[in-house]
């Protein structure tokens, strides 16, 4: 699929292209090609093992499946000469979004770039082992399960799935419209009352073990050279004294983050990494470590928040022997309500997000029994009748990487802080875009631009333009 189809169907969407800021755009490229420059130097006389430990060129915040990606496909393009550190204060990653997922692969998005970065997600575990073996030695198996995502639409919805297969279509990939005809023939346990319509992936759409894929991701970073930290980054210091000669005077001309500052587990020490370049990986943290930086505080771009927050998502693992078998999707009802299948022997899982209104607290990981027993419950047992009879058996919950403004990725760097680059805000679709998001950012910090899928679209300037990109197909 070439980068022109993509601009053809991108435009076509209903949101278009951010108005873009030329100077912006100008102080990142140029700030981006002074440090591929300096790396260059280093190759060729500075082995990094040489290094002092306390610089990097590249620290990455947040060690979850997504930096753990930036940290590979980095490493993968520049063995030697470039130091990677990625910081992360959870090893066990008790709390993160990576763990607590439940894997899910789709291609069915609205738009362009979340299909694509998906197709490459299926794509990259087909090939897994080419990516992540190690001395020899195949990766984890990360259990991919390759069932379809089984969409379901009421009237109302009919136009915009429509809409979605043919831009799904038009990408490669592997849709089919099922009328309600062929829905009751291909899956005769589903009650289709109030259903016109459904979108079933063929190929290409599944789910899988999200913690083999992060350790997998993370050994091979590890053998390639990247540094994994264990502490917490509670601040930065910032150099501030470029400001050019002519033109208008910028205040925030050149910012840069000198220093990530470091607090180390087990006691009060904080160190101090002189970085060339920061990526926020935070997941649901995002938004917060943004603020450490007062972006989102002041005037002009810098009063523009990363409106990335955690919000607490529950998934229900229930036994329902009578329940559908092996051909069991993940089935979306039109309520948002999901299901599916858990491995074998009657096993399912099940979710359904709240309205903005009924958003829960975000100060623990409870669940909430109660939101099963009255809003979901109801909802699987009128589709499925056999779910009248299931069991609950336990549950938890997680929180998602939840962008308030547009539900999407926010990638590539602050129009300000010319050194500091997202990688935030999956909204729920992070596991299965990582593969992706690694790949696309080694593009960005080491060639410049995208090469593969062009996500300029996601990148800040869309909350300063005020030009909202909203995914229609969240979950
Ligand atoms: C219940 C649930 C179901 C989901 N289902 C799916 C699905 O089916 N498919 C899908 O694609 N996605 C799904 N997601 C979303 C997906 O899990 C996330 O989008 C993805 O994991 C984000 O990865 P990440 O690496 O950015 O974040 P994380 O995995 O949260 O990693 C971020 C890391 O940053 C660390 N960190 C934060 N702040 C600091 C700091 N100051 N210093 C050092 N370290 C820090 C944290 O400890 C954490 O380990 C689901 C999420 C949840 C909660």
Redesign the pocket.
Known sequence: MGMSTVCRIARRCVYSTCKSDMSHFVRSMSFLSEFQKSLKEKDSFAPTENRPADEADIVI?????????IAYFLKRKIVRGMRVVV?????A?T????????????QQFSLPENIQL?MY?AEFLRNIKEHLTVDDADPPDVQFNPYGYLFLATEKGVRQMKTNYEIQRELGAKVELLTVTKLKEKFPWINTDGIELASYGTANEG?FD?WCL?TALKQKAKSLGVQYVH????GFTIKKDKIPKNGPYDPYYDNRIQNVK?SMPNGPEVRSLAATVVVN??????G??SK?LKIGEGNNEMSVSLPVEPR????YFYHCPSGPGLDCPLVVDPTGAYFRREGLGGNFIC?LSPSEEEEPSVNNLNVDYDWFEDRLWPLLSKRVQAFENLKLKCA??????YNTVDQNAIIGGHPVISNFFF??G?????????PAIGRAMSELLLEQSYKTIDLSRFGFQRFIDQQPLPEMLV?
């Open positions: 915040i947040g060690g979850g499946l997504v930096g753990s990606s910081i992360e204060r959870d090893p990653y709390r993160a979004s990576s763990s607590l997922s439940v894997g899910g692969i789709r998906s997600g789910w999200p992060l502490g917490n980054v509670t470091i990986a935070a997941g649901p943290q995002a917060h470590l450490l607490k998502r529950y998934v979710g938890w919950a997680g929180f998602y990487d990688a935030n999956f909204s729920g679709h992070g596991i299965q875009q990582a979950v």
